[in-house]
Nanobody, 130 residues
């Protein structure tokens, strides 16, 4: 059975940094688009960042561009989300996904809406205080 296990969440002050990790078991992620989504209380799940199987294509939500960086290590079956300059509005449950359904239009690469993926993790909480 496939499992995606997230780690690295926590509580930080505004301006702080966190690095989320997501490791897959019983799944070779090499050819899977991987992604990070988040859901704040009372809000819909939104795509934060995605990375193609090759790693050549990436997507970042406008709200995180320049602050977050997604990367992957296929040998370790792990995808990372490095988050800097965290703000209270980044507070949410962060979910890892494998086999993210993505769209490619011209030079734009982005997750399909609604968020769709083959596998989801259980989530890791990120809380940013002001």
């Amino acid at each position: 059975q496939v499992h995606l296990v997230e780690s690295g969440g926590g509580s930080v002050q505004s301006g702080g940094s966190l690095r989320l990790s997501c490791t897959a078991s019983e799944l070779t992620i090499d050819h899977y688009a991987m992604g990070w989504f988040r859901q704040a209380k009372g809000k819909e799940r939104e795509g934060v960042s995605c990375i193609s199987g090759s790693g050549r294509l990436t997507f970042y939500a406008d709200s995180v561009k320049g602050r977050f960086t997604i990367s992957r290590d296929n040998a370790k079956k792990t995808v990372y989300l490095q988050m800097h300059s965290l703000q209270p509005e980044d507070t949410a449950m962060y979910y890892c996904a494998a086999g993210v359904k993505t769209e490619l239009a011209g030079n734009s690469y982005y997750p399909a809406r609604p968020a769709t993926a083959d596998y989801w993790g259980q989530g890791t909480q990120v809380t940013v205080s002001s």
